[in-house]
């Protein structure tokens, strides 16, 4: 049995609902130029689990199609594509986690977030304080290699590696399987559908809603929820460019942190925490704000819980930044090293991926668009 008739044998009701749905929407189509969904789904006859999962990972919850339905709830239909399609990504997420044992992270988010960042902070202030003297912990540290002074050289690039090197064998092995569940069609991935795919990313065009943005809050359009969406994407670039730097700096270059505030690091970490704080609060407000009836409210915990993350490693990362020279170092340090590790060790189990799965539906749907622009 495939994982993709695993998923379909625990979750009957959630896909035979989507399918329900994605059945009368094909007879309508009065929503086919509000997103790539529409179209995706007017290629289909039929909606085997596997397309359904490529559909709701292409669909970017922008609930404009349940504010237009005029079969939405209270009618009998009860068509709610975003909540539906919530529901069914949050499945996928957890049916293709690796291991698999650890798919129950998915399912309490917001709570396990705030677990791991209270026990990882907690851990390492503990551990510094024992390990080192209180006068070093809460000292001043004006020099190169400052921050080695709270914690060790070997503890600071040991750690961090063996948890990317997990993060990274997990999510490959989840994105492996995914892949080969919802090509149904064989696709043979070729440069211009990855092309496609980056700049659908880069320019977070589906966001747009065809130019009129999403329903955020209510009924009404706006871009708010792409701005929000463009900061937090390009803010944790920076910051993964500003560590990359870093690392090359004391790597090969053996110049250590902290690094001059004009340093290539130092400003790329500044404008990316600027862009991930303003990003992740924002996105955080318009979830806090927004209907719940478009919503899978079992699924918010998840989105809660990494928007937290995010704008708890931006912040505190901008008050080392400020703090740096005073007493606080040490303190802020071991909090902000608390946030990154919590973060990096949540990140497969956590709503980050909803990036990859939802960029192998854009090159899936980049493929089918292509195709359907030769055979016009
Ligand atoms: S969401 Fe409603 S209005 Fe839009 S295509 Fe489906 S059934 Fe029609
Ligand atoms: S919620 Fe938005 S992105 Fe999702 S299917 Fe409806 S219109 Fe498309």
């Not at 701005?227 to 390009?234: A, G, I, K, L, N």
């Not at 608390?338 to 990859?356: D, E």
Request: aromatic share 12%; glycine share 8%; charged share 15%.
């Amino acid at each position: 049995m495939s994982l993709v008739d695993l998923l379909e044998t625990g979750n009957v009701d959630t896909f035979s609902k989507a399918r329900r749905n994605m059945e009368i929407c094909n007879a309508c189509r009065y929503c086919e130029g509000y997103c790539a969904v529409f179209p995706a789904m007017e290629r289909r006859r039929l909606f085997s689990s596997g397309d359904l999962m490529h559909l709701s990972n292409l669909c970017h919850n922008c609930q404009g199609c349940y504010h237009a339905c005029q079969y939405a709830p209270p009618h009998e239909y009860g068509i709610n594509i975003p909540e539906v399609f919530s529901t069914i990504r949050v499945e996928t997420y957890k049916q293709y986690a690796w291991p698999n044992q650890l798919s129950i992270m998915f399912n309490k988010g917001g709570l396990i977030a705030s677990i791991a960042v209270a026990v990882s902070i907690g851990l390492i202030i503990f551990l510094c304080l024992y390990f080192i003297q209180n006068d070093t912990f809460f000292g001043i540290h004006l020099n190169e290699g400052a921050f080695y002074k709270i914690v060790p050289y070997n503890i600071m690039v040991l750690v961090p590696s063996a948890i990317s090197i997990f993060a990274i064998l997990s999510i490959s092995i989840s994105t492996k399987r995914f892949w080969n569940d919802v090509n149904q069609s064989n696709i043979k991935i070729k440069f211009s559908y990855i092309k496609t795919a980056i700049i659908d990313v880069l320019t977070l065009k589906h966001l747009s809603g065809g130019g009129h943005g999403c329903n955020d809050i209510s009924d009404k359009f706006t871009q708010w929820r792409r701005f929000h969406h463009q900061f937090t994407m390009y803010g944790f670039m920076l910051c993964f460019a500003s560590t990359s730097v870093a690392t090359i700096y004391d790597h090969f270059l053996n110049l250590q942190a902290p690094y001059a505030y004009l340093s290539i690091p130092v400003l790329l970490g500044t404008i990316g925490g600027i862009l991930l704080s303003i990003g992740s609060t924002g996105l955080l407000i318009i979830k806090w704000k927004s209907d719940p009836k478009p919503q899978a409210i079992k699924t918010l915990g998840l989105d809660y819980g990494f928007l937290f993350l995010l704008k708890g490693v931006a912040e505190t990362g901008l008050l080392l930044l400020i703090f740096r020279e005073t007493s606080a170092m040490g303190a802020l340090l071991a909090i902000h090293l608390g946030f990154v590790l919590a973060l990096f060790l949540l990140l497969p189990y956590s709503k980050f991926v909803h990036g990859i799965y939802r960029f192998i539906a854009l090159i899936i749907n980049a493929s089918e668009t292509q195709k359907d622009h030769l055979n016009n």
